[in-house]
């Protein structure tokens, strides 16, 4: 018998593709055969009350979950920094549309800056070279007021206060660190960045690259993105006239490394920095990354940079579903946000880097 509930069949393929499942896995864990799951998944068979609670139970989801229409993400817009097998990116995607439809909502019912002016008097309308692209990260500096010899403290509050959220995911990428659609389509800029065990200066970079994807291919596709979002980041956390003061060709590692804990850059980010800048040639990086991998700091840098957090996304909520206490203790009615959003909160929570407490309230 095909559906006939408010239950969209569409939700169970987003909800497969959010947890990593295939329809095999679902059909074992609910001690059904593949060949029914399937028919549910088609729309071919009815998602009962019953069944959509044993889902909703085995997924961690709510059955809210699947009473909400499908959202819709263009795949092809979104950036990916490294590559990801077939199930990370249909985790991420799923994981996006349903962020992305959250953040829609929470506009509707929140106050928020609109950063589309913004974003619009800093991104290029034509093909760009190395030297404008160095010249855009530095206008994006400016326009925050620091000076070309300052360090960036905290790139998320940056944004925080510029209105273009940073959400924490809940998927991560086994060889990537973050995603964004640089696309007009979306009207509110979101980055999605795949923090968890990740160090400080990695994920600053990472956020710097997304940052360069939304202002650097805002109306344009061209063919070295990586390379173009890359060279951008470079620029706005260590910009040409500091870099021109603190690196020279000789520079060890160590050297390397007491830049790094004055700019929060990577080692392995400021050799190519040096690079980029001709203050080093081909050879001495190839022998600096050489280095790199035998003193085994491609997987863990010396000098720490602490890891920075988000607060917009967690400020909307707390607007739309409770109260903020003080800048730091964000309450909200988990029952809900989860009702209304039809995501776990402990979901939503973590894309507002587990900001949230949960208030204890009365239905009205």
């Known amino acids: 018998m095909p559906a006939s509930n408010n239950y969209d069949p569409q939700r169970l393929t987003l909800a497969l593709e959010f947890k990593g499942w295939t329809q095999k896995e679902l059909a ?145 990428l086994e060889k990537g660190d973050g995603l964004s659609c640089p696309a007009r389509l979306w009207n509110q800029p979101v980055v999605g960045l795949c923090a968890a065990g990740k160090p400080g200066d990695r994920m600053r970079f990472t956020l710097a690259h997304e940052l360069g994807h939304l202002i650097l291919h805002r109306d344009r596709e061209p063919e070295r993105v990586e390379d173009e979002a890359n060279r951008f980041a470079g620029a706005l956390l260590f910009p040409r006239t500091a870099a021109a003061q603190e690196l020279h060709a000789d520079m060890t590692l160590n050297d390397f490394a007491h830049v790094k804990a004055r700019w929060g850059v990577s080692v392995a980010a400021l050799t190519r920095r040096a690079l980029d800048l001709d203050v080093i040639d081909g050879d001495r990086y190839r022998s ?27 400020q909307m909520a707390a607007w739309s579903f409770g109260e903020a206490l003080s800048p730091d203790y964000l309450t909200v009615r988990a029952d809900m946000v989860e009702d209304t959003l039809g995501v776990p909160f402990t979901t939503i929570n973590q894309w507002c880097w587990n900001r949230l407490h949960e208030s204890i309230g009365t239905t009205a």
Request: net charge neutral.
């Open 28 to 172: 074992s864990r609910l001690e059904l055969r593949p060949s029914y799951v399937s028919m549910l998944v088609h729309g071919r068979a009815e998602l009962t009350d019953r069944l959509v609670e044993r889902i909703g139970f085995i997924a961690g989801l709510p059955v809210s979950f699947f009473t909400k229409p499908a959202p819709l993400v263009d795949v092809g817009s979104l950036t990916f920094r490294k590559r990801a097998n077939a199930r990370n990116i249909g985790a991420l995607t799923s994981e996006w549309a349903l962020l992305t439809d959250a953040i829609a909502h929470l506009r509707r019912t929140c106050p928020i800056s609109d950063c589309a002016p913004w974003l619009d008097s800093l991104a290029p309308s034509a093909r760009v070279d190395a030297d404008m692209v160095e010249r855009i990260a530095l206008d994006t500096r400016r326009s925050w007021g620091l000076a070309d010899d300052e360090p960036i403290r905290n790139l998320c509050g940056n944004l925080d206060r510029q209105g273009i959220i940073v959400a924490a995911t809940v998927n991560q």
């Open 288 to 314: 600096l990354q050489i280095q790199l991998s035998n003193r085994g700091w491609r997987t863990r840098e010396p000098v720490e940079v602490e890891p920075e957090d988000a607060s917009l996304l967690a």
